[in-house]
């Protein structure tokens, strides 16, 4: 597998800027590496939830995340926003691959790239299920 090589914000259909924080840096002077993910999963719930396919405290259907990856680029750090560009790779029966690139302040490349699937399931039961209406419409537009 080769590795992948930085994209640019063309690649990417939707954005959401995200300020980095102070708690944000670890000691070697850049965002740790735990931080990228949580930028990852905001860009992607903030999505859903201004599109009107997640209520985080309600809804019956909910996206569990079953595969994650990320490529590092360039280091962000505080106080650098970061922008979040997100599309979408696939649609599954039950699943959306989510693919999110990080850019620093007003760069036109990513710092990091990555993505992760999500697994729809009953909330209750925690099993899968069809992704719904919901969902499929509001990633219907983000996928490349």
């Not at 924080?21 to 992607?44: E, I, K, L, P, Q």
């Not at 985080?56 to 490529?71: D, H, K, P």
Request: aromatic share 10%; with cysteine; charged share 20%.
């Amino acid at each position: 597998m080769s590795r992948p090589t930085p994209e640019t914000r063309a690649a990417y259909r939707a954005f959401r800027a995200m300020p980095t924080r102070w708690m944000d840096n670890d000691v070697y002077g850049h965002v740790n590496n735990v931080v990228y993910y949580s930028f990852f999963d905001t860009a992607v719930n903030q999505h859903l939830i201004e599109q009107g396919a997640l209520d985080i405290a309600r809804s019956a259907v909910v996206g569990l995340v079953v595969e994650t990856r990320c490529v590092f680029f360039a280091s962000l750090a505080f106080p650098d926003v970061v922008t979040a560009g997100l599309r979408v790779g696939r649609i599954g029966e039950s699943s959306v691959r989510y693919e999110i690139g990080l850019f620093r302040n007003d760069d036109d490349t990513t710092a990091a790239q990555g993505h992760f699937i999500h697994v729809y399931v009953d909330r209750a039961t925690q099993r899968p299920v069809k992704a719904p209406a919901t969902i499929r419409d509001a990633v219907a537009p983000l996928l490349v």
